[in-house]
């Protein structure tokens, strides 16, 4: 399948520094993004240790299947999805190693939505609240599952997603990179079809704007991903841009 993306980071209306990382790698087909946290510019340090991090294990990996795979192999998922969920885990390890580096550092963290494409066939696999949704005939599915306190909420009944939008306790995430050396990797693999569109965000978009706006705009560029994805950041600003805003929009074609 043929692809084509727009890329877009943007540092809001309330933030001085951008702690969002965005990376695209068109010849191995990969694309990500990180929402880095942490005090003195460690989140934007985080999130940059993260999206490299990857993107070297994967060109890394790239048609050499006799390197050295530091977590073993995972017998459930493809040799792509495996490269994927290995590059996040030595992302993760990275983080780890430059929290040790530097005392400012410690605590840091970040979130990853990462995408790997073989042919028709995307693999995903995400950490923390960054998303990806997929846009397909007129419609928008969340594929991934924050990982977030108002997320456990939600699924335990406690609090509605309306009531989680405004929640003080959003921000709070249960999982990312530097957390622990022992990261769990939620992956899944999708087949796509002509004019299917990912849409891989950071929460400085899903705060401000909502599924049902969110795929307002998706629909209304018409499948154009640069004017969607520049039509996104507009409308996460016009909301009050309170946080980082990052969107990545694949689009699929045969």
Known sequence: MKITYQALTDVGRKRKGNEDSLFVNPEQNLFVVADGMGGHAAGEVASKVAVESINEFVCLTSGDEEITWPFGLDENISYDGNR???????ANRKVLEAMKERTEYEGMATTVAAVLVDADTANLAHVGDSRVYLFRDGAL???????????????????SADQA?????????????GGKPDLQVDMQSHKMQAD?????????????????EIARVVSE?????????????AEANARGGEDNITVLLIRFQE
């Open 196 to 212: 299917d569109l990912l849409l891989l965000c950071s929460d400085g978009l899903t705060t401000m704007v909502s599924d049902e």
């Open 84 to 90: 994927l969920k290995t590059a996040v885990r030595y």
């Open 141 to 159: 599915s969340q594929l991934t599952s924050d990982h977030s306190w108002v997320n456990e909420q939600i699924q335990s009944g406690i609090i």
């Open 221 to 233: 560029a018409a499948l154009d991903v640069e004017a969607g994805a520049k039509n996104l950041v």
């Open 165 to 177: 939008r405004t929640h003080p306790l959003r921000n709070v995430v249960t999982r990312a990179l």
